[in-house]
């Protein structure tokens, strides 16, 4: 069963989702832009069950989660899962962070390293840039404007492979939070927070038909990340990964906290 707390920090209050057993070793999901912990409820029984103690804070601005929402980093980010961290007890984790939340995780590793023992990332942009034709369905898959059919569309061209039922995402999306975060990653102009997989293990899990972030090769992933990364590519899924293949998904988070 699910618990739910509150954890306050100067000037934040963060919302974590707790499963699984309370002293497994501790799993911590990050979610995708203006996205919250609930993309990870198809994932979370399935670690739960190999003995993982899954931690899930929700970004500012959902749930019960708040704080500023300007004049941001990325490392006030992170500052917010640290808290979470801190406040659980929970010892060096497993970070994981799937697309935009990769960047916080990454970060987070690289301002507070003794918090974390492993990163896995999914479907992740190895660096802050997007081209500006998958950019439109980013957007349009916040703008609640369109009209069904017009983000159903977005949503498939950008998040999901071809054959994977797009609607499961158009409920879910928070546009001021992924304002919040756009800002907050644009004000992080230092990039040694980059190379992640310089100072511990790594896994990226690429999604084969990922029109955001196709995936690298295992040659490219090192060179931008460092030379502890390892990679694992889920074939029929896009962008969005766990709700196309939480099964596989989960397999390889599991086989690589037991690694």
Known sequence: MTEARLVRREGAVVE????????????????????GAEDYAGVVPLLADAGLRCVRPEPRG??????????????DLAADVAAVIEAERLGPVLLVGHAFGN??????????????????????????????????????????SLSEAQRLW????????????????LPGWHPPVARMQREATAATTERAWLRAAERVKLLYVAAAEDSISPPP?????????????????VPRAGHALLPEQPQATAKALIGFAQS
């Open 16 to 35: 974590v989702l707790l499963d699984g057993p309370a002293h497994g070793p501790a799993i911590v999901l990050l979610p995708s832009l203006g996205r």
């Open 62 to 75: 959902i749930g019960r989660s708040e704080g500023a929402m300007v004049g941001l980093t990325l490392h």
């Open 103 to 144: 960047w916080v995780a990454r970060v987070l590793l690289h301002d507070r390293p003794g918090q974390v023992r492993a990163i896995a990332i999914l479907a992740a942009a190895i660096t802050t840039e997007i081209a500006p034709e998958i950019r439109a369905s980013i957007n349009g898959s916040f703008d609640m």
């Open 154 to 169: 977005h949503l498939q061209r950008g998040y999901f492979a071809p054959g994977n039922d797009a609607r499961v995402w």
């Open 217 to 233: 090769s295992l040659e490219a992933l090192q060179a931008a990340m460092g030379p502890k990364a390892a990679l694992v590519v």
